[in-house]
């Protein structure tokens, strides 16, 4: 027997409360960090927007458009010369990522970067380095996590709720014609498995802890064909932890959209006392109950407008305000925030392991790989 809770009322959008402490944020590339910035001048106390940066001019007006008091500019280094800027959020392609952290740890600034992080050894070890010299915090910002069902799902394992984690089970499947038309790069300059497999790798090193070694199989999809990508758009993946618990990953993004019973990123946890369940996009999580009834969390009307910003599953607004406020609190509080520098590095090395391992056809150790970057 199941039953389905609705979260009760709406989630409004109230004038937010600054205080003295409050970190300026400034942000680089303004097609994601826009969604950011109208995020912290919405949703956040701890952290404000401040400034915007990017090369295309129809960005910076779109963006003066909606937020027209910040300060604008198409040079990074002007940016990072502001004294109002604390906190740099890089949103730009992948290959750059490096570049632009190692400018925003000398110039002082703490860094919050999307993922994934880096996509080689050489720029692995150089962000590695400038933080360690530096001193600057650094925050991966893996959307995932920080969304409403993955939150509570995360709340209930921490609690202890399912028990001895024994399988983990993550995917993100999505259509991408869209993505190589708005960022040609990615049929190009990268490969999927640090694009799309970023999110359910994360999943799986977040609730594994250290992973041993994986084993992978990649093809390459009629659309990935079509669009002459690189390397493969489909992983399946296995992964043994050093605790002993087992995870599973898997990455499609040249399928055509899902039927509405599945949803494009899902964690499937598997525990000796309970399983439980977080979609997006939909706001669902299930889980097991102690009395054996299955419960189904639909938070969807409660938050959609926090999440959504009242767009038809307009991405990213919630998930990405709470975490510029998880990692300004944080700093404000010296805490430790999560993805750090060294989760997100080591997070990398994890996803080479598996592009290695589905050209090699054989398992790849991960620690190897961790040494050579200096973890």
Not at 321 to 344: M, V
Request: net charge negative.
């Amino acid at each position: 027997m199941g039953f389905i809770r609705h979260i009760p009322g709406t989630r409004p959008i109230e004038p937010v409360r600054h205080h003295d402490k409050t970190l300026g944020v400034g942000v680089l590339g303004l097609h994601e960090g826009r969604t950011l910035l109208l995020s912290l001048s919405t949703r956040c106390s701890d952290a404000r927007p401040v400034a915007g940066c990017d090369l295309s001019h129809e960005k910076i007006e779109a963006s003066k458009q909606e937020l027209p008091d910040l300060f604008y500019t198409t040079d990074y280094d002007t940016m990072l010369k502001r004294r109002d800027v604390d906190i740099v959020a890089i949103y730009t392609p992948d290959a750059q990522h490096a570049e632009h952290i190692v400018k925003a740890f000398e110039a002082g600034k703490h860094v919050i970067c999307t993922k994934p992080l880096v996509n080689s050894f050489d720029d692995a070890r150089l962000i590695l380095e400038a933080g360690r010299r530096t001193g600057c915090r650094l925050l991966v910002g893996q959307s995932t996590r920080f969304f409403e069902p993955f939150r509570r799902q995360r709340a209930a394992y921490e609690r202890g709720d399912l028990g001895t984690l024994e399988l983990v089970d993550a995917h993100y499947i999505h259509r991408m014609d869209w993505y190589y038309d708005k960022s040609p790069w990615a049929a190009k300059c990268t490969d999927w498995v640090f694009l799309g497999l970023s999110h359910p790798i994360d999943l799986l090193r977040w609730y594994l802890g250290s992973i041993e070694r994986v084993s992978a199989m990649a093809s390459t999809s009629a659309l990935g064909r079509e669009r002459g990508v690189v390397g493969p758009d489909i992983y399946i993946v296995n992964a043994f932890s050093q605790s002993g618990a087992l995870g599973r990953a898997m990455g499609h993004y040249g399928c055509h959209e899902l039927p509405r019973a599945r949803n494009c990123i899902e964690l499937m946890l598997y525990g000796s006392d309970s399983t439980s369940q977080a979609q997006y996009h939909d706001m669902r999580y299930s889980h097991l109950a102690k009395d054996g009834t299955e419960v189904v969390e639909d938070s969807l009307y409660a938050g959609r407008h926090y999440y959504f910003n009242s767009e038809v599953h307009g991405m990213h607004y919630g998930e990405f305000a709470n975490y510029a406020e998880h990692f300004a609190r944080s700093i404000i509080d010296n805490t430790d925030a999560s993805p750090s520098l060294e989760e997100g590095v080591e997070t990398f090395c994890i996803m080479e392991a598996v592009r290695r391992s589905s050209r090699e056809g054989v398992p790849v150790e991960v620690r190897p790989l961790l040494k050579q970057v200096g973890l």
